[in-house]
């Protein structure tokens, strides 16, 4: 294919056939000039969508977020829990969504008054529980450990991470998004996918929400860093277990010691590296 | 070495010798286990420091960033230049560090008000000039078009892109950071790394002001995507020409053909693809 043509793989992945085809609208073909040897050639190149998407909660414009411009429901729900802004399902009265505009509106059933202010506090300090900011959460204090027995052996996890990796036909195209899946020891049930991956992985939070899909008995993987942002989403959701193809950051690990998640890194391939509670990895 | 043994690189590097040795206090060393092929091992691995870095402007608590704790007041800086609160060098009154605690203080001569809700505005909106959220801004009106005369060669482009990625020992011993570099045509000038791109590009705009260096007239690099947040920064600084290693967004790429700065994706190896204004690559 001639967009194909158009550049190297970010890196080497399995070329199996996808399990997801793309919609279009979240893609968008570019004429570029490609160079491949010091020989020029204009090429058709695929890009993937970046858009604002502007949520309202209870009709007070709160944030907006740049990301790709799909699954923006399940987005919006996951990042109003991931911040504390909704409690669960029950806690929504009504959704709107404009695709268009790329705009949604949620309403709770219990009005919650300043959570502007909350969000904005919030984004920049990564607090774990309300009103604590980050560097007091090293000391986990505010966050609940998570006690699972859930185990999985390494193949599995071998398996789930070249499984994500090989779903994304948007990865392949663009090479631009990051994935996410969540998944149990044997496959994967959620497929998540984003140009930012603390939205990946938030498009997985909402549909389970949405859905009423219990989480705090799966896995996450993902394809980007685990930076400690990642990992107190990870706790939020009691969540035993992360999985990802990249590096870990020291204050995730460290975190992810104290509070009971099992953290594998670098899984490509046939090898992994296992930084936190090896004993789920059986 | 055994820490090189623990992990896969994230991708094929030129393996040349490293120019920039680093702090050690800038990783630190887990013992974890390794999987390879079935095989459990116990090693010890290099992880990136991660750490809190809280910048008070005027003694007003602004923000807390998450980032590589290395070049703390170069990032204060550059972090307050891209958020509009710092016009310049003769802006800065005084700047007090504390490396231990990860604070950084900065006095300005003019006292701005209200500038906490300003970046919290600007940081969620990504907005281009003051009071613009982001949306409007997609039609560029509040952004000054670039033009600059500066060209470079492919092979230059292809160069550079190769030599900020040698450059980075911290990549190579952890698989986490990102690399950002500013260079003319020949060199690389000033190189920054971070466990957050923005972080890395914005080191590089502090050491510039501080240290006087002209950045119109310069090339960026980075490991990174080049998102619209990303282009902005580049725009913001009237820079002409930015090479990544990684992908354009769409958002990206109409920014830049709209605003004259020619953007290089995918510089890997002898390719490249040009996204816009081709024209400064000769």
Redesign the interface.
């Known amino acids: 294919m001639e967009r194909e043509a158009?550049?190297?793989p970010?890196?080497e992945h399995e070329q199996g056939e996808p399990c997801v085809p793309y919609d279009e609208n979240r893609?968008?073909r570019?004429d570029?000039?490609?160079?491949?040897?010091?020989v020029r050639q204009q090429v058709e190149?695929t890009?993937?969508?970046?858009?604002?998407l502007?949520i309202f909660l209870n009709d007070e414009e709160l944030?907006?977020?740049?990301c790709t411009p799909e699954d923006i429901k399940f987005l919006a729900v996951g990042f109003l829990a991931a911040e504390g802004l909704l409690a669960g399902k029950d806690d929504i009265a009504k959704i709107v969504t404009d695709e268009d505009k790329?705009v949604v509106w949620v309403e709770t059933v219990k009005n919650r008054e300043m959570a502007r202010d909350m969000?904005?506090?919030r984004?920049?300090?990564?607090a774990c529980g309300k009103g604590t900011?980050?560097?007091n959460v090293?000391d986990a204090s505010a966050c609940q450990p998570v006690s699972s027995d859930v185990t999985i052996t390494?193949?599995q996890a071998l398996h789930l991470a070249e499984e994500m990796q090989r779903h994304s036909l948007l990865y392949k195209d663009?090479?631009?998004v990051h994935n996410a899946a969540l998944a149990d020891s044997g496959k994967i049930l959620i497929f998540g996918e984003d140009?930012g991956r603390h939205n990946a992985i938030d498009k997985i939070y909402g549909r389970c929400i949405l859905e009423g899909i219990p989480i705090h008995d799966k896995i996450i993987l993902t394809t980007g860093?685990i930076?400690?942002?990642i990992l107190l989403k990870v706790v939020k959701n009691q969540i035993p277990v992360i999985i990802s193809r990249?590096?870990?950051?020291?204050?995730?690990?460290n975190l992810a010691r104290k509070l009971g998640i099992t953290v594998v890194?670098?899984a490509?391939?046939?090898?992994?590296?296992?930084?936190s509670h090896?004993e789920r990895?059986v």
């Not at 944030?63 to 740049?66: G, I, N, Q, R, S």
């Open positions: 158009a550049r190297e970010i890196e893609v968008k570019f570029i000039l490609k160079i491949n040897h010091g190149d890009l993937v969508l970046e858009s604002p502007t944030v907006t977020l740049l790329g969000v904005f506090k984004l920049i300090t990564s900011t980050f560097y090293v390494a193949d663009t090479g631009g140009i860093r930076s400690s942002e990249s590096a870990p950051t020291t204050l995730a690990v890194g670098f490509r391939g046939k090898r992994m590296n296992i930084y090896e990895i």
